[in-house]
T-cell receptor, first 111, second 117 residues
Framework: GDSVTQMEGPVTLSEEAFLTINCTYT??????LFWYVQYPGEGLQLLLK?????DKGSNKGFEATYRKETTSFHLEKGSVQVSDSAVYFCGRGGSQGNLIFGKGTKLSVKP | GAVVSQHPSRVICKSGTSVKIECRSL??????MFWYRQFPKQSLMLMATSNEGSKATYEQGVEKDKFLINHASLTLSTLTVTSAHPEDSSFYIC?????????????FGDGTRLSIL
């Protein structure tokens, strides 16, 4: 069935380091792709999305490009901050309008 | 932006108690609401999909008599965990979506931490 695979964490970086969190999805249909962020003790917040191939979603310095040829939607940020410490979930739209998530990647940014 | 309110944020209760969790879309009409369950260090697993005015569609392995879902209006869905037991302890998150298109983003509540003693 449909699934999303993202790199396992935790990922620990120093402030201002470059971040990449890999995400690949099963290629059934042409799903919308999302990145959600979950800060400690909170629910999920939409970080960015892309709805078709070659679209680039961006928000708060984070970017991800919908790559159909590699079925990927990797999340990147050029310079992370301590406040970016959170769990990041990659997701794709499911056939019933639901979201199918990866297992999440915990990011810790040290000052 | 779109706001989803989930209440309560935390519940601690005795085994055998039934617990109701509310999910409200505050500034939009949510045709569809979803209920997810998050286990420690794991992803969110879809429990059920709820469309306003109709019965919820449950995912395989989710007991519909255990997890009662009601979506009586376009702004409110409730999840009732009936006769809760310690294995039901988890983080439950609802989300709501406008319209019927799959590319509409879902907006999530802040979740409910349920602890059954």
């Amino acid at each position: 069935g449909d699934s999303v695979t993202q790199m396992e964490g935790p990922v620990t970086l120093s402030e201002e380091a470059f971040l990449t969190i890999n995400c690949t999805y099963t290629a059934t249909g042409y799903p919308s792709l999302f990145w959600y962020v979950q800060y400690p003790g909170e629910g999920l917040q939409l970080l960015l999305k892309a709805t078709k191939a070659d679209d680039k979603g961006s928000n708060k310095g984070f970017e991800a490009t919908y790559r159909k040829e590699t079925t990927s939607f990797h999340l990147e940020k050029g310079s992370v901050q301590v406040s970016d410490s959170a769990v990041y979930f990659c997701g794709r739209g499911g056939s019933q309008g639901n979201l199918i998530f990866g297992k999440g990647t915990k990011l810790s940014v040290k000052p | 932006g779109a706001v989803v309110s989930q209440h309560p944020s935390r519940v601690i209760c005795k085994s055998g108690t039934s617990v109701k969790i509310e999910c409200r879309s505050l500034d939009f009409q949510a045709t569809t609401m979803f209920w997810y369950r998050q286990f420690p260090k794991q992803s969110l697993m879809l429990m059920a999909t709820s469309n306003e005015g109709s019965k919820a569609t449950y995912e395989q392995g989710v007991e519909k008599d255990k997890f009662l879902i009601n979506h009586a209006s376009l702004t409110l869905s409730t999840l009732t965990v009936t006769s809760a037991h310690p294995e039901d302890s988890s983080f439950y998150i609802c989300s709501a979506r406008m319209g019927g298109m799959g590319n509409q983003p879902q907006h999530f509540g802040d979740g409910t931490r349920l602890s059954i003693l």
